[in-house]
């Protein structure tokens, strides 16, 4: 059992570029959460999915932020025209049911905008 | 609105002692509770979880009490060692999807 895997730890990006952050859950698991870490700080939620479904995207910023977790494959968080803000640990944690059942982080992607 | 506090951002202990990591939650409707751990450059790793109708729930060499009558929950954590040296989150959740988490107590084991 891998665990939920995380790629890449570390991405690095300039001001204005895309940033694609990818969230392989554990095996049975159907159910994804993003989370932001900004350092010294708790993580605060951003998005919960379901295969092929938003559920809850309300810590999500209105714009430039999107995330996806298509039937096949992992789920991305995409983060377009980045600034100098978005600089952050970005963990995703999947379940195999409802939050209460138990999550399972990852080690997270360490996005630095330069 | 809701949200949940830790007392102390830091806390240092004896190696051997044990030690006592606080949280204060201030939504009364949470029902499910959980206290990771997070060492540097690592995610949050589960350390035990209590559900709202308990009061008291051990592992090994961890304890959890909640107190719903003044919304606090906290984390023992009994003869400490060095690999205990992480910062340490208590989360709550209420809609059954998402954890709300505190600010996080960085916990150092003094040798």
């Known amino acids: 059992n891998a665990g939920v895997m995380q790629n890449p730890r570390h991405l690095v990006r300039r001001r204005g570029q895309e940033a694609r952050l990818r969230c392989s859950p554990m095996?049975?698991?159907?159910?994804v959460y993003w989370y932001r870490q900004l350092p010294e700080e708790g993580l605060k939620f951003m998005v919960y999915?379901?295969?092929?479904?938003?559920?809850?995207e309300s810590g999500m910023p209105k714009e430039r932020f999107s995330a996806e977790f298509p039937k096949e494959g992992p789920s991305i968080l995409r983060i377009q025209q980045v600034v100098r803000g978005d600089s952050a640990a970005y963990f995703c944690?999947?379940?195999?049911?409802?939050?209460?059942?138990?999550?399972?982080f990852g080690s997270g992607t360490r996005l630095t905008v330069v | 609105g809701e949200s949940v506090g830790l007392h102390l951002p830091t806390l240092s202990v004896q190696e051997g002692d044990n030690s006592i990591i606080n949280c204060a939650y201030s939504?009364?409707?949470?029902?499910?509770f959980i206290w990771y751990k997070q060492e540097s450059g690592k995610g949050p790793q589960f350390i035990i979880d209590?559900?709202?109708?308990?009061d008291k729930r051990q592992g090994q060499r961890v304890t959890v009490l909640l107190n719903k009558t003044v919304k606090h929950l906290s984390l023992q954590i009994a003869a400490t060692q060095p690999g205990d040296s992480a910062v340490y989150f208590c989360?709550?959740?209420?809609?059954?999807?998402?954890?709300?988490f505190g600010t996080g107590t960085r916990l150092t084991i003094i040798p």
């Open positions: 944690a999947s379940s195999p049911r409802r939050a209460n059942y138990g999550y399972t």
């Open positions: 939504n009364s409707a949470s029902d499910y």
């Open positions: 209590i559900r709202s109708n308990m």
């Open positions: 999915l379901q295969k092929e479904n938003i559920i809850d």
């Open positions: 989360a709550e959740t209420w809609t059954n999807e998402k954890l709300t």
């Open positions: 095996k049975g698991h159907s159910h």
